[in-house]
């Protein structure tokens, strides 16, 4: 067990004495992730670059017999009463962490009328609502304590099965995600980007040069608007699918499957932002494997190129950035020790993610925080990062 480990757990159990009187009997650590390119292409059954970060969520419990499920967080509020396992009252208005550990205890435990109950406390060093996955972090690490409160089978032990479990929890939060984030979080490996294929959940370890780290800037921008805008890039994606399953006459699961071809005959029909948003998922998977290649290959301009390409792409083609976002991209590309940028994750707000390396990380930091500051009044509160390993239980 990692002192890191151990300090995280001793922390989050004092904190849970200090609230709830008694111990712990379970502490679940999950990291946040960022991705490095293969930006809304999991939906499409299409290729991903993330990695697991350094920061993540923490969340320490201990079982109740009255079947009441309590949270309370340093990072969101409570003590809440998120659901009770003896009846339920389904119509609770809750703050939506809260609703997220509830929905978790629901498929975890389910809210039979003899099901165990637990308390719950919930902590961390990952920002949340700065698309790095603190919902996914959330949900898995609330699953992971649950499962070993109530005794019931660690869900770890299938892990696309648990990835399609915390999928269908943000589903039925609102927002329709594909299956990366769960599965980084789950499956994140020390020194590693995971290439995973979205089609056949094939993972494959990438790993990073040992000199470089992710640098996260965070753009502060509300993203508010941000599920339905991102359900609706989803729906695009479709439309664009169902027209070029028209125009080539061939069965088309997902734009997955299209090819330059079908991108040509895509712009002579519909030639505005149909066209754009099935190129970038196209020219996005293309750049997956690229990047890999150029990671493998320490090649530092290879992975510039391609991490501009992707930002520009999913400024221009897909439409998810900000000016907030592409101001950080823009004072990141060519400073000192920074080999490629980009916005990562759903976008609209957000972050951005930067390869630099690591002796150079504290300058670069300083850097982006001081020409952020001048444009916004305010500080994208950088962090670095080693690629890190997915969710356990602490010993
Ligand atoms: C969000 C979703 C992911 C993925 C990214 C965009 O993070 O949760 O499933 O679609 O956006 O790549």
């Known amino acids: 067990m990692s002192y890191e480990g151990d300090s995280r ?5 004092s904190a849970f004495e200090a609230a709830f009187g008694r111990p712990p009997t379970a502490v ?6 960022v991705n490095l390119i293969g930006e809304h292409t999991d939906y499409n059954e299409g290729l991903v670059l993330p990695a697991a970060l350094e920061r993540g969520i923490v969340v320490a419990a201990a079982g109740r017999d009255d079947g009441i499920v309590r949270a309370l967080s340093d990072r969101y509020g409570g003590p809440v009463e998120v659901g009770r396992t003896l009846g339920a009252p389904r119509h609770l208005e809750l703050p939506s962490w809260a609703a997220y550990v509830r929905a978790v205890a629901r498929e975890v435990v389910g809210v039979a009328p003899s099901g165990p109950g637990a308390d719950l406390w919930i902590g961390g060093d990952l920002p949340s609502a700065a698309g790095l996955s603190s919902s996914a972090a959330l949900v898995v690490a609330s699953a992971l304590v649950l499962s070993e409160t109530a005794g019931v089978e660690n869900p770890a032990g299938d892990s696309i099965a648990f990835a399609q479990m915390v999928r269908l929890v943000e589903h039925r939060a609102g927002t329709l995600c594909g299956i990366m984030d769960p599965l980084v979080v789950l499956e994140g490996k020390r020194g590693c980007a995971l290439r995973i294929d979205c089609r056949s959940i094939e993972i494959s370890e990438v790993p990073l040069p040992p000199d470089l780290v992710v640098v996260v800037c965070d753009s502060g921008v509300e993203r508010s608007l941000a599920q339905s ?18 125009l080539s006459g061939r069965p088309l699961r997902s734009l997955r499957d299209a090819t330059r071809d079908d991108l040509a005959t895509l712009a002579r029909a519909f030639p ?10 196209v020219e996005e998977n293309d750049r997956v494997d690229r990047l890999v290649d150029a990671l493998w290959r320490n090649d530092r301009d290879a992975v510039g190129r391609l991490m501009a390409a992707s930002h520009d792409s999913l400024r221009h083609d897909f ?8 101001a950080l991209v823009e004072d990141a590309q060519g400073a000192p020790g920074c080999w490629g940028t980009r916005m990562t994750g759903a976008g609209f707000g957000g972050c951005t993610v930067s390869l630099v390396d690591r002796d150079t990380a504290p300058a670069f930091m300083a850097r982006m925080e001081e020409s952020f500051r001048a444009r916004y009044s305010r500080s994208p509160r950088p962090f670095s990062s080693s690629a890190g390993d997915g969710a356990r239980l602490l010993q």
Not at 9 to 13: E, G, P, R
Not at 28 to 33: D, L, N, S
Not at 319 to 326: A, G, I, M, Q, W
């Open 28 to 33: 679940a650590w999950a990291p946040g992730r």
């Open 9 to 13: 757990k001793v922390s989050a159990a």
């Open 272 to 281: 505005g932002e149909l066209y754009r948003r099935a190129r970038h998922v």
């Open 229 to 246: 805008a991102y359900n609706r890039r989803r729906d695009e994606c479709e439309v664009a699918r169902g027209a070029l399953e028209r």
């Open 319 to 326: 439409e998810v950035s900000t000016p907030e976002l592409d």
